[in-house]
C-alpha cells in the first residue's frame, strides 16, 4: 500500500521535539524521511519516545559544524524536496543551510524553519524552550487549578505538538504552492505561532461583562470566570479523577441538578452560556463542586451524569490509554516488533 507523499524525500535536520513529530506524520503517509543526526544521536537516542518519533525514517549521523561532513549534508538537502532545521537564522545562513542560500542551487526546495518566537522579531534568537514559551504567553495560568493556587507547569507539551501540526500544514501547503509556480519557499513554525493559533480558540477576557477567563480579587485567574459552563478534573471518594464538560444545551443545568445544587441555580432562556453566573452560581460552580464530587466513587457518578446526558468521562493513566474500548474499535493501536523491548504497541 503507498501512500499520498511518497514521492516526497524529507531532510530532518532539527533537534527539537516538534521536527521529530512533524517528520514522523510526514513518514506515516509514506514520505521518505532521512533523519539527521549529530555523533551519537541527538538527545532523543536513549529515549523510548524515539521508538514512535523516528518510526518510518532512515538516519545519517552529520555533524553540520564540519565543512566536510556540511559538504554531505548540503549533497542530501539538493536530492531532496524539504529541508527541516530548528537552527537559529544566524546560525543557518553562517552554516549556509538558511532557504535563500539553498533555492540558488535547487529553487524548488522547501524550508521549514523550527524556532521559538520567529525569524526578524524583537525576541529572536532567544533560547528555544518550551516552558519558557508557555509561562511567556499565559499557557500556565490557564492551567491554574483548584490543587494549589497560582499557575500550573502543563503536563502535556501543547505547544510542541501544535508547532508540528503547523510545520506540516506550511509543509504541505508549500508543496502545494510548488506545483504552481514551481518554486519552494520558507516555511516557518514557533511556539509563539502555536500558542496564538490555539489562544482565540480557548481564551478571551473583557474587563466587564461577560469573560471567559476572571481575575479573582485575590490575584488567581479562574479558567472559565463568569461562564456557564463547567469543563475540569474533578476527584471522587475513591480517589480516582473524572472530566466532565457541560458546553451541550442545558448540560449545565443538568449537571447541577445531577450534584444536588438545582435548587440554587436560576433558571435561563436561550443558550446557557450566553447568561453570566451569578455570585452564588459562581461559589456553586467553581468551588463547592469540589467538596461535592468526593462525596460519591467515580463509577458512579459516572452513570449518573451520562443518564443527565452529561458528557463524563474517567481520566486514564497513560498506560490505559491504548487499552481504551475506543482505541481498540477503530484499530488505531498497532503493534511493532522492537529489537531492544520486543513488542511494542503505538497508535
Not at 559538504?71 to 524536496?81: F, P, Q, V, Y
Not at 538558511?98 to 521559538?116: F, N
Not at 505538538?161 to 520558507?186: C, D, E, K, S
Amino acid at each position: 500500500m503507498t501512500g499520498p507523499l511518497q514521492s516526497l524525500r524529507i531532510i530532518d535536520a532539527s533537534q527539537v521535539m516538534p521536527g521529530a513529530i512533524a517528520s514522523m506524520l510526514l513518514a506515516d503517509h509514506h514520505a521518505d524521511v532521512v533523519k539527521v543526526e549529530p555523533h551519537g544521536g541527538t538527545f532523543f537516542a536513549h529515549d523510548l519516545t524515539r521508538k514512535a518519533w523516528d518510526r518510518g525514517k532512515r538516519s545519517v549521523e552529520l555533524d553540520m559544524e564540519d565543512p566536510g561532513e556540511r559538504t554531505e549534508l548540503t549533497r542530501l538537502i539538493a536530492g531532496s524536496d524539504i529541508f527541516i532545521h530548528s537552527l537559529e537564522s544566524t546560525d543557518a545562513v553562517r552554516l549556509g543551510l538558511d532557504h535563500a542560500t539553498l533555492a540558488r542551487t535547487k529553487p524548488g526546495l522547501i524550508v521549514c524553519a523550527l524556532q521559538a518566537y520567529g525569524d526578524d522579531t524583537p525576541l529572536a534568537g532567544r533560547p528555544y524552550g518550551e516552558s519558557l514559551a508557555a509561562a511567556r504567553l499565559g499557557l500556565m495560568i490557564d492551567k491554574s487549578s483548584s490543587f494549589r493556587p497560582g499557575p500550573m507547569y502543563p503536563g502535556h507539551p501543547a505547544l510542541h505538538y501544535g508547532q508540528a501540526f503547523l510545520a506540516v500544514i506550511g509543509i504541505l501547503a508549500a508543496v502545494r504552492a510548488r506545483h504552481r509556480t514551481g518554486l519552494g519557499q520558507l516555511v516557518e513554525a514557533s511556539l509563539m505561532d502555536a500558542m496564538l493559533a490555539q489562544s482565540p480558540m480557548n481564551n478571551w477576557w473583557q474587563e466587564a461583562g461577560l469573560s471567559y477567563i476572571r481575575t479573582a480579587d485575590a490575584g488567581a485567574t479562574d479558567r472559565f470566570g463568569d461562564t456557564r459552563l463547567v469543563t475540569a478534573m474533578f476527584e471522587c471518594a475513591d480517589g480516582l479523577f473524572l472530566q466532565i464538560h457541560t458546553g451541550g444545551p442545558g448540560g449545565f443545568r443538568a449537571a447541577m441538578d445531577v450534584l444536588g445544587f438545582g435548587d440554587r441555580i436560576q433558571q435561563v432562556e436561550g443558550p446557557e452560556m450566553a447568561t453570566p453566573l451569578n455570585a452564588e452560581e459562581y461559589q456553586i460552580a467553581r468551588v463547592e463542586i469540589f467538596d461535592r464530587m468526593k462525596t460519591r466513587r467515580r463509577d458512579e457518578w459516572i452513570p449518573l451524569f451520562h443518564a443527565a446526558d452529561v458528557a463524563a468521562l474517567p481520566v486514564l493513566q497513560p498506560a490505559e490509554i491504548l487499552l481504551d474500548e475506543q482505541v481498540e474499535f477503530v484499530g488505531q493501536r498497532i503493534a511493532l516488533a522492537d529489537p531492544d523491548f520486543g513488542t511494542i504497541h503505538q497508535a
